[in-house]
């Protein structure tokens, strides 16, 4: 089980694809109104690969970021919209930072306008009229098609916004089957370290809800030539990163959904020889088709949330969209282990002491499991010699051998996997908390003595010349796993390969852990110190002599002498 959670971190850092180039700097100064202006001159923003009918055909690229724009703001974000799509340019969260200064800026840079709306082959950056109003933006254009498009967002409290969008025939002839294209927006890595399995699209349908990640939508594309897409009824979609996520729930299900990789632009357009290309992800929602007479309109309305990925506050959309948290098959241990973390969170405020917290509450539920394992192997060792004999006896018939060491086993009611079974009923909830906490928005900027923020490496200093980065906590957790390792009780019979695999696991983990986030760090080396207090006491116990004791059947099975009785 450990192998195969480490599996995929192992090969990442064997093969770690090449560093992208640094990102252009971004302005958090948002107008009330600006101007047409190139904001990014040079920008180019195309699919990852030349595909078929890529969701980005219709996009202009020179004139992406030009256009008239607007501004709405909360406590919590500051939403721009452009006359360019008639849509939403990008999202400044004011709680939530980038590197400590920048804030943090959703569907940017864009290739396509978050709610953008087309009908046919309409382009989704065209022109329209905009205006503004307190809490209100519009935005209404013609198509060459002979459609009109009105659109009204309103901008509500915390991280929500609702837009109605209508779609009127003014042609003469009635339409038939006339469909509706929404985008989604995009989602693309927040730091240089972000990797694919962080970012992609979520959507729900029926009693299912999916994760498409941007690993596999840029394999799919590869193979495929065309972008991936999945027809069925759409109750809400979602494109995100590891902490944030934009998330569109339309009035009425939709009736498929798009999705494809993006290269995203660097500074002036270019990047150095050698640098990774940066992706982002872009996804689109296609409707119902509809019919229409002359004069007629039909209207669809939409709600967005656009902020971090907090399961409290995904809860109360209403639906299921707090399954934009992928938890896998394990999500009921997930949400336990996140709603006990929240609640020590509120009573210690410090949301290290509250991983410490929660660490403490699963291995004292799991201490009777842990004690059965340290427990079978003393009572191994105490069967050692018996078991020596027989090798020694049996040597030059390792069938014979094993057979009687089994039946050895048995007189004396000692189950060698007993040792294992426990730490394998576990290993779920481990897993789980694994899952939790490297998703886990609370722990983005939460400090714990000298860490600074625990969904980070503690980086506390770096090493001169060759400038590698000193993570405390993962040396510290390194060191707990050895310490574990030498007092852990092995059985006799154990194979030298496997008490060789045993202390050679610290520095497996400890490379494969190096960068993960500290708050893992954190619950990882709590959780060998509280192995070890558990080995200590145990091994404090004196070995309780065994005898044999025969069960029905003709088995035997041992149980441990009680020596208070007589």
């Not at 038939?176 to 370290?193: E, F, I, K, W």
């Amino acid at each position: 089980m450990l192998f195969l959670l480490l599996w995929g971190p192992v090969m990442d850092k064997l093969w770690p694809p090449p560093p992208p180039p640094p990102r252009a700097a971004v302005s958090n100064q948002v107008l009330s109104a600006q101007s047409p202006r190139q904001t990014e001159p040079g920008a180019s923003i195309a699919p990852a690969r030349p595909i078929e009918q890529s969701i980005l055909r219709s996009v202009s690229t020179n004139r992406l970021w030009e256009g008239e724009t607007v501004a709405l703001q909360n406590d919590r974000v500051e939403v721009r919209f452009s006359s360019t799509g008639g849509a939403i340019q990008r999202i400044a969260l004011k709680q939530f930072s980038k590197d400590g200064e920048e804030k943090v800026l959703l569907n940017h840079p864009s290739p396509i306008p978050l709610l953008s709306a087309t009908v046919g082959e309409d382009a989704w950056d065209a022109a329209y009229s905009l205006s503004a109003s307190s809490n209100r933006v519009r935005a209404a254009r013609r198509t060459a098609d002979g459609f009109s498009i009105e659109k009204e967002f309103t901008l509500e409290n915390d991280y929500g916004l609702r837009a109605n969008i209508i779609l009127r025939n003014t042609g003469r002839a009635a339409t038939t089957g006339t469909t509706l294209r929404v985008t989604l927006g995009m989602a693309g890595p927040m730091n240089a370290s972000d990797t694919d399995e962080y970012i992609g699209i979520a959507f729900h349908g029926g009693d299912k809800t999916r994760h498409e990640m941007l690993a596999g939508l840029r394999k799919q594309v590869e193979k495929q030539k065309k972008p991936f897409e999945k027809t069925q009824p759409i109750d809400w979609a979602a494109v995100n990163n590891q902490y944030f996520t934009i998330l569109t729930t339309p009035s009425e299900p939709f009736a498929a959904i798009q999705g494809e990789p993006c290269a995203l632009p660097h500074v002036g357009g270019r990047h150095n020889d050698g640098d990774k290309q940066l992706h982002g992800v872009v996804a689109i929602m296609i409707s119902q088709p509809v019919q229409l007479a002359a004069g007629a309109a039909t209207n669809w309305t939409f709600s967005v949330y656009a902020g971090p990925k907090e399961y409290k506050r995904l809860s109360a959309l209403g639906l299921t969209q707090n399954q934009v948290l992928d938890f896998g098959m394990l999500e009921i241990f997930c949400k336990a282990l996140l709603w006990m973390m929240t609640i020590f969170h509120g009573v210690f405020h410090n949301w290290g002491v509250a991983i410490i917290a929660v660490t403490v509450v699963v291995k004292v539920v799991f201490w009777p499991l842990t004690a059965i394992s340290t427990k079978s192997m003393k009572q191994m060792q105490a069967l050692a010699p018996k078991l020596n004999a027989l090798k020694e006896k049996y040597k030059d018939d390792p069938r014979r051998q094993g057979e009687e060491m089994m039946k050895l086993q048995r007189e004396y009611g000692i189950n060698p996997v007993a040792g294992c079974l426990p730490m394998l009923v576990q290993m779920p909830i481990f897993i789980a908390f694994y899952y939790m906490l490297r998703t886990a928005i609370e722990l983005r900027g939460a400090s714990f003595l000298w860490i600074h923020d625990l969904s980070v490496a503690d980086t506390v200093a770096h090493l001169p010349v060759l400038d590698f980065p000193v993570n405390l906590m993962p040396l510290i957790m390194a060191v707990t796993m050895i310490w574990q390792t030498r007092i852990t009780p092995q059985a006799p019979n154990t194979d030298p390969a496997m008490k060789m695999m045993m202390w050679f696991m610290p520095a497996v983990v400890l490379f494969v852990c190096y960068t993960f986030s500290s708050g893992l760090s954190l619950y990882w080396t709590v959780q060998n110190l509280l192995s070890i207090l558990q080995t200590y006491l145990t091994n404090r116990k004196p070995v309780e002599p065994l005898q044999k004791v025969k069960a029905k059947g003709g088995f035997t099975f041992s149980r441990p002498v009680d020596t208070k009785r007589k």
